[in-house]
């Protein structure tokens, strides 16, 4: 089985155009552990803006997004070796966790230009 495997696709994009890493892209993101217990969900928040390629997130999430097509909304299964690993992140997630995480790319954006507004900010 692959790293990062696409288990279904919730909305399709509207556009065949993929982030690039360097970009700032904008997710709405739900993690879950294999058995379905939620650990996180942005929507219940504000949606999560990252440099494409950082280590602001995890591996998988940087590998996921960049397969993914604006307004693309796609349910992901991430290995553990490209989430939290052996040690897992207490108490909120195991060692050796596999993730499902339900990915949804808002938006993307070149960073240069959003020097004039807050990296957590939205991108529009």
């Known amino acids: 089985m692959d790293s990062v495997s696409k288990l279904e696709t919730i909305y399709e994009p509207w556009s065949k155009e993929r982030p690039v890493d360097g970009q700032v892209v904008q997710i709405n993101l739900l993690v879950c552990l294999v058995d379905g217990t939620e650990v996180e969900d942005s929507r219940k928040r504000t949606p999560i803006c990252f440099v494409l390629g950082s280590t602001d997130v995890i591996e998988g ?18 290995c553990s070796e490209l989430a939290y690993g052996y040690e897992g992140l207490s108490p909120l997630i195991p060692p050796n966790a596999d993730l499902i995480c339900d ?22």
């Not at 940087?62 to 991430?78: L, P």
């Not at 993307?108 to 991108?123: A, G, I, Q, T």
Request: charged share 40%.
């Open 61 to 78: 999430i940087n590998i996921a997004v960049r397969g993914f097509g604006q307004g693309e909304r796609s349910k992901v299964k991430i």
């Open 103 to 124: 990915i949804e790319l808002v938006d993307f954006r070149d960073r240069e230009k959003l020097f004039d507004k807050p990296l957590m900010c939205s991108l529009k």
